[in-house]
């Protein structure tokens, strides 16, 4: 299938999107207040029109993949989503978070612009049906343990119930019990669907069901898996970010510090640059 460089096919609200920019879809793991994600999406718009880089917010209105019963979920569904129609507004980007169910997805619908199906659930017909009847861009993470050539299957659910606004999101391959690998060939076999493909950095280096319940990660190398990502044509890049990692109340061990996003941006753009130009 012949693939479009625009990414105003598949979100007509983009900002920069005609372009040959990357694609970023940024924002905190989860909703924890309406101050933290008021500031961090300020900071992201920022360096979006510096950078001229499209954008789309991320931030989860509820987590419902957590490895234990105490874990934070969130501060209540429409509280949440109430604060991410705001950004959208405010900021005039659009907005992304997960559902896990066709409930869900009408729900949260009213309030974003796109609905992301999480890894785990990218084969479950209804959830995927769901999200394409609500005529919302719609996301779909590439399962762990799914082979990138698999994904096609994911995205005809999607595109075969009269949707054709989708994305496909990378977020690296099981690899041993606690780890993940990203296997770049992924990236271009995916493309051939014709449809945007982004690299989700910070979830592919997280360290999944650690022996305390908790999720690790390995930070340092965000800049070495986005490099990688632009260098491969990836079409964007998906970062987790947040003011104060070590005390957020999900992921913080894989997100990157809000306050390094612009350095990472300048180095990402150059090298995007040299890439369109080979």
Known sequence: MERSNSLISVLPSIKYG?????????????????????????????????????????????????SRLDSFTGIGDEKALLILQEVGLQFSVPVITDVHSPQEAALAAGYVDVLQIPAFLCRQTDLLVACANTGRTVSIKKGQFLSPASMKFALDKVTESGNRKVMITERGTTFGYHDLVVDYRGIPEMQQFGYPVILDITHSLQKPNQSDGVTGGDPAMIETIARAGIAVGADGLFIETHPDPANAKSDGANMLQLQELDGLLRKLTLLREVVINM
């Open 18 to 66: 005609d372009g040959d920019g990357f694609l970023l879809v940024a924002g905190p793991c989860v909703v924890e207040g309406r101050e933290m994600v008021m500031e961090i999406a300020e900071q992201i718009n920022r360096l979006s029109e510096k950078y001229k880089i499209p954008f789309i917010f991320k931030a989860s209105y509820r987590k419902a993949n957590r």
